[in-house]
């Protein structure tokens, strides 16, 4: 079964919730910015990625117990998390397939939730099991990613636009040139989907009266740490493009200060959709991946390429060094991998030469006359 398809990977969501967990998460959003300044809760600490990522997490974990008949409604949250259950959930998602860095994320996940659902409990054992951080009882070994270089996702959105350019379809063509601008921009400077997502034009995306800069406040980026760099300027001609023809005509004459719009007159809600889709086709719907994979481009190639600027993936990034490490530096094994390839292209070369040798010989003794036929006795 694809894993797409597989019902054991759903994450529930809210409206499909038991009525006491729907109620315990509304109850624990609405007085954050009240209780912003209190100690009495730890869940106002949490921003709106995490909150995001909390809850599809609590929504993976109703689906668990749900399917295996432990899905109690007449009991609230803070009962639903057993030893036991922990203990399953874990199994089911290393039989899955889930990476370690995905197993130990819905243990937070689960934490997180369960702060703003039940503020007053400690639940941080989710996370450490018997006692043992489930990091150390997993590999945490990174997933083998195909990681392309910028400079080809880059080509990769303008040949869209360009593409999208000459075509006849109107609907087709807006989207193909909405969507290529938001690769070349991924490409270029790699925002997260977040920031992506809720860019405005005049806010996120600026004219500063020169040319155009995105601009992601505390609030808009995951770090709170401001980042503000300017659009590549071959990116110029088409930011202006789609700005004046495509999303006009996306709007349909509505008003909307959301940059990316989709095609139903209203501001594109999950841009990573569009990228998955759009990669898939670029380059087979199992290499497909989603706009973090822009992250490990250029964390992965800015060091080879600028080696002269040490913490050119920090800055563009907006990381620390510590977290470039950790999660997004596979530069090394590019590096490996290049000189192999290198290797097989120099041995290749070497070796095509003997068998172009090898098969002109071949080829000389078939067409040579047989010195034992009758023609050539007479």
């Known amino acids: 079964?694809?894993?797409?398809?597989?019902?054991?990977?759903?994450?529930?969501?809210?409206?499909?919730?038991?009525?006491?967990?729907?109620?315990?998460?509304?109850?624990?959003?609405?007085?954050?910015?009240?209780?912003?300044?209190?100690?009495?809760?730890?869940?106002?600490?949490?921003?709106?990625?995490?909150?995001?990522?909390?809850?599809?997490?609590?929504?993976?974990?109703?689906?668990?117990?749900?399917?295996?008949?432990?899905?109690?409604?007449?009991?609230?949250?803070?009962?639903?998390?057993?030893?036991?259950?922990?203990?399953?959930?874990?199994?089911?998602?290393i039989e899955l397939g889930n990476a370690d860095h995905?197993?130990?994320?819905?243990?937070?996940?689960?934490?997180?939730?369960?702060?703003?659902m039940a503020p007053g409990e400690d639940f941080?054992?989710?996370?450490?099991?018997d006692g043992v951080p489930i990091r150390t009882l997993l590999d945490m070994r990174k997933r083998d990613l195909v990681v392309?270089?910028?400079?080809?996702?880059?080509?990769?959105?303008?040949?869209?636009?360009?593409?999208?350019?000459?075509?006849?379809a109107p609907c087709r063509r807006r989207v193909r040139l909405r969507d290529g601008l938001m690769i070349a921009v991924l490409a270029s400077r790699a925002p997260r989907r977040r920031s992506m997502q809720i860019m405005e034009l005049g806010h996120q995306l600026r004219h500063d009266g020169e040319g155009w800069w995105i601009t992601l406040g505390r609030k808009d980026v995951k770090t709170r740490k401001p980042l503000e760099y300017p659009v590549p300027k071959t990116l110029w001609p088409w930011v202006e493009r789609y700005l004046h023809t495509e999303r006009r005509e996306l709007l349909g004459g509505t008003v909307s200060d959301a940059l990316w719009i989709g095609s139903h007159v209203e501001p594109l809600r999950a841009p990573a959709t569009r990228i998955f889709e759009q990669s898939a086709r670029e380059?087979?719907?199992?290499?497909?991946?989603?706009?973090?994979?822009?992250r490990y481009g250029i964390a992965t190639y800015g060091p080879r390429e600028l080696p002269d600027s040490p913490g050119v993936t920090t800055k563009i990034l907006g990381i620390t060094p510590d977290i470039e490490g950790e999660h997004y530096d596979r530069g090394d094994q590019v590096a490996a991998a290049h000189d192999f390839h290198d290797a097989l292209a120099e041995e290749r070369r070497r070796t095509s030469v003997l068998a172009r040798r090898i098969r002109e010989e071949r080829r000389q003794r078939r067409s040579a006359p047989d010195p034992g036929s009758a023609e050539n006795r007479r």
């Open 1 to 93: 079964m694809s894993p797409r398809l597989d019902p054991r990977r759903r994450c529930l969501p809210v409206a499909e919730w038991p009525a006491l967990d729907r109620q315990a998460w509304m109850a624990g959003l609405p007085g954050r910015e009240r209780r912003r300044f209190s100690e009495s809760t730890r869940a106002v600490r949490l921003g709106p990625v995490a909150l995001d990522k909390a809850e599809k997490g609590w929504g993976r974990f109703l689906t668990f117990l749900d399917l295996r008949g432990d899905l109690d409604r007449g009991v609230g949250p803070a009962a639903r998390p057993t030893r036991e259950r922990i203990a399953a959930f874990l199994d089911e998602m």
């Open 102 to 116: 995905t197993i130990t994320g819905r243990l937070q996940e689960l934490t997180d939730a369960l702060r703003v």
């Open 124 to 129: 941080r054992w989710i996370q450490a099991p």
């Open 148 to 168: 392309y270089h910028p400079r080809v996702l880059f080509e990769w959105g303008v040949r869209l636009m360009e593409e999208a350019v000459a075509m006849r």
């Open 283 to 294: 380059f087979g719907r199992d290499k497909r991946f989603g706009p973090h994979r822009f």
